[in-house]
């Protein structure tokens, strides 16, 4: 047997543990054995049958057909250019962000999906690949070890009584968190190198209740969301104007209407009238109960010649785990027991720069009554994230932003509403020069006078001179 019929014999042999059925249109396993060969395949092609049908009906079926398939081909086909498990054109990229879908992987990887024969994962026929999973069981299985002694280890110490320890029951729940930390960490050794659980969180399959898929999805966001929501607290000055330092811990992308909105980014009023949806995504195992707070860093007050706050909309007690995929403010305003202050559309006066809405997802200690909140902030106004913060006893966890400007739709926004203010106007003030006025000097302020009147063409009037005309 030669050198390539022993490096084909493989693949072959993969290529035909597919579907030995002869398909009605070509598979992917036809399409992709074409690889191999220059000539046509012949399963590739479909069975016709001959009839004794006229010519002109033969010709009027031949019409038909063309003109189902040349209204079939166009959706099909921007179908595929849409599927974000293979698409590679950058415009279907940024629709489908927009539309809150991302794309799976690298645009090669989708490329190389799209071009690659069915072949299971696992069974690639590549010798070095074979020979490294080999060595990634060993090392799996050594972790596994390390797992099964830590977990006994764990429940040994949970059966111990508290009084064994010089301080008590304090030094027992420490050396539990230090132990449970030290698990999570194996958990995530046991499986980081694995390339069919990278490829499956890849794929947009992962199980977010595995420490293994927390760890790549915080890895991925602390790469580039992060250090842009990083930026953006800082430009906009976020801090120290509402906290005066904070460090989001939890991935909080906004989207209004099914379209994702980016940090800082500024929504037209009509979008913007409607609750958004908060996509969330938490890092860790842990249970919580948080509150939602949008509130308005910008409002203009005219008597103080200030800014002050506006609270937009306020939310308690909305169960977060990391499971948990998405937050609707809507359906959150319709739960019992959740809403304290109801959604009100961001808006801005003409004349007035940007306003600067925060959305905050904050941790609660325990269960906050809603009665009271609603009590101390049904007004809005003068809402203060820090007295919040300090008198309910919630620390931030989630951030994120966009801002609000005057536009076209805004009065209509505020009307419908029932906000007053749509006919205010603000205009800055003219602030004038504390120093006195300075002569003009120069070549062309000693030529102002009527006496240089044949230079004037040449010169720039500075002022009017007595006689000059």
């Not at 191999?36 to 092609?45: E, K």
């Not at 607290?233 to 330092?245: G, K, M, T, W």
């Not at 809403?339 to 997802?361: I, M």
Request: charged share 30%; glycine share 4%.
């Amino acid at each position: 047997m030669s050198r390539c019929q022993q490096v084909v014999r493989p693949i072959a042999r993969c290529l035909r543990q597919g579907n030995p059925a002869q398909p009605a249109s070509p598979s992917v396993s036809a399409v992709t054995a074409r690889f191999f060969s220059n000539s046509t395949s012949r399963r590739d092609v479909e069975t016709t049958t001959t009839s004794s049908a006229t010519p002109a009906a033969a010709d009027a079926q031949a019409a038909h057909d063309l003109a189902a398939n040349a209204t079939r081909a166009p959706s099909s086909v921007r179908e595929q250019w849409m599927d974000p498990n293979t698409t590679t054109l950058v415009w279907a990229e940024r629709r489908l962000l927009k539309q809150g879908s991302e794309p799976i992987g690298s645009r090669r990887r989708r490329a190389a999906v799209r071009q690659s024969p069915n072949i299971p994962f696992e069974q690639l026929p590549y010798h070095a690949f074979q020979e490294a999973r080999k060595v990634l069981g060993e090392d799996r299985a050594q972790k596994l070890e390390a797992i099964s002694e830590t977990a006994d280890e764990i429940r040994k110490l949970e059966a111990r009584p508290a009084d064994v320890y010089r301080a008590g029951d304090y030094h027992k729940q420490k050396r539990l968190d230090s132990l449970r930390r030290h698990l999570e960490y194996l958990k995530i050794q046991a499986d980081i190198n694995d390339p069919a659980v990278r490829r499956k969180y890849e794929d947009g399959h992962g199980d977010m209740s595995k420490p293994i898929y927390r760890h790549f999805a915080e890895e991925k966001w602390r790469s580039m969301a992060y250090k842009i929501l990083a930026q953006r607290v800082q430009q906009f000055h976020i801090v120290p104007d509402v906290l005066s330092r904070f460090d989001p811990k939890m991935d909080l992308q906004l989207s209004f209407h099914g379209y994702r909105v980016d940090p800082g980014e500024i929504v037209d009023s009509l979008v913007s009238e409607a609750p958004p949806n908060l996509r969330v995504q938490v890092f860790d195992g842990k249970e919580r109960l948080v509150s939602v707070v949008v509130m308005d860093s910008d409002v203009p007050d005219p008597d103080k010649d200030a800014f002050g706050r506006r609270l937009h909309f306020l939310a308690a007690n909305v169960r977060l785990t990391c499971l948990t995929k998405n937050i609707s403010l809507k359906r959150v305003a319709e739960a019992d027991g959740q809403l304290a202050v109801p959604w009100l559309p961001p808006f801005s006066q003409e004349g007035a720069p940007y306003h600067r809405l925060s959305v905050w997802v904050l941790e609660q200690d325990r269960k906050l009554d809603v009665d009271k909140l609603k009590e101390a902030y049904s007004n809005r106004s003068r809402f203060s994230m820090q007295s919040f913060r300090s008198r309910f006893h919630v620390q931030p966890f989630g951030f994120n932003m966009f801002r609000a400007i005057w536009d076209e739709n805004t009065a209509k926004v505020m009307e419908r509403n029932g906000i007053p203010g749509a006919e205010v106007i603000y205009r800055r003030k003219r602030v004038y020069s504390l120093q006195s006025p300075k002569k003009a000097r120069g070549w062309e302020a000693k030529r102002q006078g009527p006496k240089y009147r044949q230079l004037w063409k040449y010169t720039k009037r500075i002022g009017k001179m007595s006689g000059g005309r």
